[in-house]
Nanobody, 125 residues
Framework: QVQLVESGGGLVQAGDSLRLSCAASGRTFSNYVMGWFRQAPGKEREFVASVSRGGVNTYYADSVKGRFTISRDNAKNTVYLQMNSLKPEDTAVYYC??????????????????WGRGTQVTVTS
């Protein structure tokens, strides 16, 4: 089992930045591809970004490309999501996820094995 705990969410204005963190425990962190998803009220959970096991390769949803950056620190068992130029449409609960294997471009939530409980991000106009 892998336990994931997100932090760093909050209430910000459009154009602001936030950095989300996700601390992992339970298994060898570097054995998992890590990702971020989000879910807005009334909408399905959607893929945001993912990072390969070593942290070299990243993959982004088109809606966040150029504004968000995913990274990981395997020594700290933590994955980050730096969010810049936030927009009201970025408002959602953000979830950290982990998956076994090496494929880092999986955007279907059903392909991911472990989930955190989420952290709320609200962006006002």
């Amino acid at each position: 089992q892998v336990q994931l705990v997100e932090s760093g969410g909050g209430l910000v204005q459009a154009g602001d930045s936030l950095r989300l963190s996700c601390a992992a425990s339970g298994r060898t962190f570097s054995n998992y591809v890590m990702g971020w998803f989000r879910q807005a009220p009334g909408k399905e959970r959607e893929f945001v970004a993912s990072v390969s096991r070593g942290g070299v390769n990243t993959y982004y949803a088109d809606s966040v490309k150029g504004r968000f950056t995913i990274s990981r620190d395997n020594a700290k068992n933590t994955v980050y999501l730096q969010m810049n130029s936030l927009k009201p449409e970025d408002t959602a609960v953000y979830y950290c996820a982990a998956r076994s294997g090496y494929y880092y471009k999986g955007s279907d939530p059903q392909e991911w094995d472990y989930w955190g409980r989420g952290t709320q991000v609200t962006v006002t106009s």
